[in-house]
């Protein structure tokens, strides 16, 4: 089932998922109007408030808007969907799927991969530092007075917004929707409140107004272009959570509702500036008709923007999830907080780090037009890696000829690199702080893959084949005790080192031996009847394959009661334990050489000896668990 003709319950139904995702996917993009406008006219490199300029870069915002958004996608990438799921790491996996091509292409798409998801959590740091100040900032337009205030609101509500992730988001979920809705109903009769006062600025849908722009302004234009990029963040979230409500909900909300409203709130502003171009001081609250309606409005922002916060930590803890499941991250604490919403999680670690940097974010940039200069780099790269891996499935899986790929590839990379360059003149102005956060992301991701990999290919070439080893048995060997003794392993062909290490210190092996194999496939669901597969094999030893997808969640005690229901291999808890191997890395002399970095090795040490336990992680009772040591050098 593809996220296409994901269920949806008719025409009712896909309303009320077209209305849902209104609280998750658009909150990002729904909150740019608060920001973009004031930025290209009154920022870093601020542009004269002309009618000709005025209707250049509205010009400007609605052909971004309509080649990223709309045409690359909501109608390309989003029909890229790895079994209804979406994002980066789903687009990864199909690129990674390329038949014939040479490892070295592979590794490089892997890699491309890894940075473009390390990029999303300076994504997930920016954006509710910056929603939120932006909203907060409205205060200053009621009263001056009020600040001095702006940045501890600011501060107290992220922290509270971070604070109740513990809980879920189940409670209030059934908000964000209806919430999001006035939102996007209110920017649109507020746009259109200013552009009845100014009807000419329907004119800016031309792209020639666009073209002008540039030709009059040059240098000028392309540095505008890394301010025009704020309207599209936020984009990407249309196909990262298309999983949650399939495509067809999120291309008919995107272009009935959110796109028309979103772009009339814009005109609207335009509108305004035409009208009094001194409202360039915060263009968006200045569209209130009325100063009664302030105060509503700087709440109802707030509410948004913390939507659209929460919609953006959601997806940090499902991507670190994800990078669990698939071998990129350690595995760390995840708590479920609904029982009946799968995707609802909780990464404590992710949450205070995030939190952490968020502070830190909003105290030391201080306002939002400080920060614009940091948003926008990291979310462009993305949407440039994003276009690049598409590439690669739209030639190789769905076998478009080389002129048509070739297209496609060529005319978004020509848009996407335009606004990436043009923010990497924001690069000292703060657009550092994203890039640096990506790239350390992307260290310990890779760093944890590599070392894995150099790991299991060491404990593979020390372990003994099981073949052998129960032939070995035929002819006689340890004493069998009552009971079931079951280990985990990573390679089903040998004998678990665990197993080695029970024999050595305990001199006994249990009458049933239970070997646990369990694989993350490069799809986000397994089904239950395809995920247990068991193996009998002599001398009392079963292998039992488990296959999980990268969005499942490991659980080793249901994997039991999988195997007593459907291939009648039984356990008494009571009567099994559990054999765990628990390695420690050592890191290898500077002298002698490794085919890890010095650096890495240490990074990866570290993270190694701070990994949550295997009891935790497959949800082990600890009280049958037996851990058995041994160390480890990286060669």
């Not at 991507?319 to 479920?336: D, E, H, N, W």
Request: glycine fraction near 8%; hydrophobic fraction near 55%; charge should be neutral.
């Amino acid at each position: 089932m593809t996220a296409e003709n994901a269920p949806h319950g008719g025409q009712s139904g896909l309303a009320a998922t077209a209305l849902a995702a209104m609280g998750v996917v658009f909150g990002d993009i729904g909150t740019s109007p608060l920001y973009t406008v004031r930025e290209v006219f009154g920022g870093h490199h601020p542009v004269a408030v002309t009618p000709d300029n005025v209707l250049g870069i509205l010009s400007l915002v609605f052909w971004a808007m309509t080649i990223t958004v709309s045409m690359k996608y909501v109608l390309v990438i989003t029909r890229a969907d790895n079994k209804g799921e979406g994002g980066i790491m789903a687009l990864t996996a199909l690129a990674l799927r390329t038949a014939n091509a040479s490892p070295r292409v592979l590794w490089l798409l892997s890699l491309l991969g890894i940075f473009g998801a390390a990029l999303f959590y300076g994504d997930a740091v920016i954006t509710p530092a910056m929603s939120v100040l932006s909203a907060v900032e409205g205060l200053e337009v009621i009263t001056p007075l009020l600040k001095a205030y702006i940045l501890p609101i600011t501060v107290t509500i992220l922290v509270l917004l971070f604070f109740f992730q513990r809980n879920g988001t189940a409670a209030v979920g059934a908000l964000f929707g209806p919430v999001m809705m006035l939102w996007f109903a209110t920017l649109g009769a507020l746009g259109l409140w200013n552009v009845l006062q100014y009807p000419e600025v329907l004119a800016a849908i031309n792209p020639w107004y666009a073209v002008r722009f540039f030709v009059d302004n040059r240098g000028l234009a392309f540095l505008a272009l890394g301010a025009v990029v704020l309207a599209i963040t936020g984009g990407e979230a249309l196909y990262a959570d298309m999983g949650h409500f399939g495509r067809r909900a999120i291309k008919w909300a995107w272009f009935a509702f959110v796109f028309p409203l979103l772009y009339l709130n814009y005109l609207g502003q335009g509108a305004l500036l035409l009208h009094d171009p001194k409202a360039i001081e915060n263009p968006f609250f200045l569209l209130a008709p009325s100063e009664l309606l302030l105060v509503p409005l700087v709440v109802l922002a707030t509410a948004a923007t913390v939507i659209a916060s929460q919609a953006v930590i959601s997806g940090a803890f499902s991507l670190t999830s994800q990078a669990m499941q698939l071998g990129y991250c350690p595995r760390i604490q995840v708590k479920f907080t609904s029982e009946r919403e799968k995707g609802q999680i909780y990464v404590p670690n992710i949450n205070w780090l995030l939190l952490l940097s968020v502070i830190v974010v909003v105290v030391g940039f201080r306002s939002s037009s400080n920060l614009a200069a940091a948003y926008g780099i990291a979310v462009t790269l993305t949407m440039m890696i994003d276009t690049i891996l598409a590439f690669v499935v739209v030639r190789a899986l769905w076998k478009w000829n080389w002129t048509y790929a070739a297209l496609f590839l060529l005319f978004f990379v020509i848009v996407d690199f335009a606004f990436f360059s043009a923010n990497v003149t924001k690069i000292l102005d703060g657009g550092w702080f994203p890039l640096v956060l990506g790239l350390s992301v992307f260290a310990l991701l890779s760093t944890w893959k590599l070392g894995r990999k150099l790991l299991y290919e060491k404990l593979q070439a020390e372990s003994i084949p099981l073949a052998a080893f129960l032939e070995s048995l035929a002819t006689g060997g340890p004493q069998r005790v009552e009971g079931t003794g079951i280990f985990m392993t990573a390679e089903p062909q040998g004998v678990p080192r665990a197993l080695l290490h029970n024999l050595y210190h305990n001199k006994v092996l249990h009458k049933r031996v239970v070997l646990i194999n369990v694989v993350t496939e490069d799809v986000p669901h397994v089904a239950e009847d395809e995920r247990v597969r068991v193996e009998c094999l002599p001398a009392g030893f079963f292998r039992v394959f488990v296959r999980y997808g990268f969005k499942d969640d490991p659980d080793v005690p249901h994997v039991m009661d999988l195997c007593a229901a459907q291939h009648g291999l039984r356990f008494e808890m009571m009567e099994t334990s559990f054999f765990l191997g628990r390695e420690t890395v050592v890191t290898m002399p500077i002298s002698r050489r490794s085919r890890m970095a010095y650096w890495r090795q240490i990074l990866f040490t570290w993270m190694f000896r701070n990994a949550d336990t295997a009891t935790a992680f497959f949800k082990i009772p600890p009280n049958r668990v037996v851990e058995l040591g041994a160390q480890v050098e990286l060669s």
